[in-house]
């Protein structure tokens, strides 16, 4: 394409443009969306270490769109935190996170389950955001410590100073805060060190090869008897196969989510997956 002669900049403008289109095309569809309830939370069951019974759920955002079909989040959540997007899609996913809580406890009022939701970095540094949450939880009477908040490494090196206080902010009001992802981050010890977080997840990419792979399996063994001994709770996802999750029982006492047990579930499922654990 080079020997094009000139081209560089001949092409370079229009990509540019054309790159202006598209994201201002997605934006707009974006907030159709968001106008028309096209962005719904599926739920994916979080087991516990041993005998596997629920836990709670992670929220999982998902784009129906009426003629694309489903769209998965790492599609379109990069475009939204372009843009203010990302504020108003933040909002209604803790909203509904905070109403499916309520409806979970009014249909299994003894079987008590947590959700824990995704946080993007800007949404972490959103000064709107502790009101934000505390708003919906009010609303819905959610009780303490059910609504989770998975943050990634990522976002607290954005503004470490500033995460740090929102983090201690959250924690004062009962929300539990985890690490997303540990482990892909370069600096996961380091954080460790300076925030109060109350639990981590080891991500996927060490989780899916154990017992295959000896350096996910020391990894892994790593990460799980620093959190043990940091009293953190952890979570694996990821879980694909019984041998893994029997790797992982040996290994220590970690929380299991993966396909071997559900993916990600559409709210009513993930209620049917719920009511069925509840009878037993
Ligand atoms: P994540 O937080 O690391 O979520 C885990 C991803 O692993 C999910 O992809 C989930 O469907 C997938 N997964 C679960 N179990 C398995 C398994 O056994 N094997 C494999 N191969 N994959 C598994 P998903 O739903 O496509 O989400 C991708 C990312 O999008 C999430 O990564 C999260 O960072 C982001 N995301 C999702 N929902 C939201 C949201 O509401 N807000 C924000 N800001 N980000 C979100
Ligand atoms: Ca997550
Ligand atoms: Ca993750
Ligand atoms: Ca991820």
Known sequence: AKAMGGGRSMRYLPKMRADAVQRLEIETELLTALETDQLRLSYQPIMSANPHTLMGFEALIRWHHPVKGLIPPDEFIPHAEQSHLIFAIGDKTIGQACAQLAEWRRLAPNYPVTISVNL???QLLDQNLVEMVDRHIQRHDVAPGSLKLELTE???????????????????????VVIDDFGTGYSSFNHLADYEVDGLKIDKKFIYDLGKSRLSGAIVKALMSLAHSLELDVVAEGVETDEVAAELGREGKAALQGWLFAPALPAEQATQYLLSEARG
Do not use: E, V
């Open 120 to 122: 993007s970095a800007r």
């Open 154 to 176: 990522t976002s607290i090196i954005a503004n470490p100073a500033y995460a740090a206080a929102q983090i201690s902010a959250l924690r004062k009001r009962g929300i539990p």
